[in-house]
């Protein structure tokens, strides 16, 4: 069964940065595309951030220039690197993985930036 376990969340002033991690597990096969979305109280869940197995990236118009997805295939591990962080990037970030057509999700981490 694959899991994805997301780390690296919490509480940072604005302007300042945070790096999630989402390790992978459970799966003999490479992970396909990865990513990162997020999920504001009263807010529906958006796209932060995809990352194919190649390498290819896409971001949300929101965090472009400020934010990388990057990817270790050999881990099955997908990171969030966060910087210049806004009130507005507080959520709760979610990891998720396609593997073999189907879709996987992680429990999430909270990202929490103060004013």
């Known amino acids: 069964q694959v899991q994805l376990v997301e780390s690296g969340g919490g509480l940072v002033q604005a302007g300042g940065s945070l790096r999630l991690s989402c390790a992978g597990s459970g799966s003999r096969v490479r992970f396909n595309a990865m990513g990162w979305h997020r999920q504001a109280p009263g807010k529906q869940r958006e796209l932060v951030a995809t990352i194919t197995s190649g390498g290819s990236t896409n971001y949300a118009d929101s965090v472009k220039g400020r934010f990388t997805i990057s990817r270790d295939n050999a881990k099955n591990t997908v990171y969030l690197q966060m910087n210049s962080l806004k009130a507005e990037d507080t959520a709760i970030y979610y990891c998720?993985?396609?593997?073999?057509?189907?879709?996987?999700w992680g429990q999430g981490t909270q990202v929490t930036v103060s004013s």
């Open positions: 998720n993985a396609e593997v073999l057509s189907a879709n996987y």
